[in-house]
């Protein structure tokens, strides 16, 4: 059974998506010290953290920053701004996905659904892919030049499929629906966000211009 962390000061909130979530067969645990979200965190062990973005001490950038330092769980933000940036800076941070208020239950369920079957299912994945050297294995780091590169699910997931069709243009379409499934709940920006990251952690270990940008077409690595 998974276990759902919840992290949502808002009582009526949480109890609700509790109770969604159980319907469901998830095991939901809710934090009850704002000043103590990490702590909690490693309490809970949790397969998944729904995060909200405004909490009382620090707000949920902050907690995810924490848990990214020790933890690669998948993260889904929650807020109920409605600003492309608070999107942008959720990826920045570390989340996997985002959700505005008010949210219709069944989006909720799909979304902290498609999460965990990407983030629980890469054993089922080939061990090892290579781009020019470098070796992308399964558990989410990438080989090169006798270093290990830590990647974000994210990052993973889009240099992943970039490997897996090397030597062709891969649309921005096919990423976003490949990350996110569909592109209705999602901001263009964020994959950008992504991209420019991760071209930035592969320069800074020896992988310039692994990725090239096909201008209106999409993303490719060459052999």
């Excluded at 699910?153 to 499929?161: D, T």
């Excluded at 970039?162 to 569909?182: C, D, F, P, Y």
């Amino acid at each position: 059974m998974y276990q759902i962390f919840i992290v949502e000061d808002d009582p009526t909130i949480a109890k609700l998506m509790g109770r969604v979530l159980e319907k469901w067969g998830f095991s939901v645990c809710c934090v009850s010290d704002f000043s103590a979200v990490l702590t909690e965190f490693r309490t809970a062990s949790p397969h998944l953290v729904v995060m909200d973005v405004s909490l009382p001490y620090y707000d949920g950038y902050y907690w995810c920053e924490q848990i990214r330092r020790e933890s690669k769980v998948p993260i889904l933000f929650v807020s109920s701004h409605t600003d492309n940036m608070d999107a942008i800076m959720a990826v920045n941070m570390g989340g996997d996905d985002y959700i505005t208020k008010p949210f219709a239950p069944e989006l909720l369920t799909a979304k902290i659904n498609a999460l965990l079957r990407r983030a629980y299912s890469y054993t089922a994945e080939p061990p090892v892919l290579e781009a020019r050297g470098a070796l992308l294995a399964a558990d989410g780091t990438l080989s090169y030049d006798g270093q290990k590169i830590e990647l974000s699910k994210n990052e993973f997931r889009i240099l992943k499929i970039l490997i897996e069709h090397k030597n062709q243009i891969v649309t921005r379409e096919t990423l976003i629906k490949a990350l996110w499934e569909s592109e209705d709940f999602i901001d263009d920006n964020t994959l950008t966000v992504n991209v420019n990251r991760m071209r930035k952690k592969l320069s800074d270990n020896g992988l310039d211009d692994l990725i090239t940008t096909r201008k209106g077409e999409g993303y490719l690595i060459h052999d």
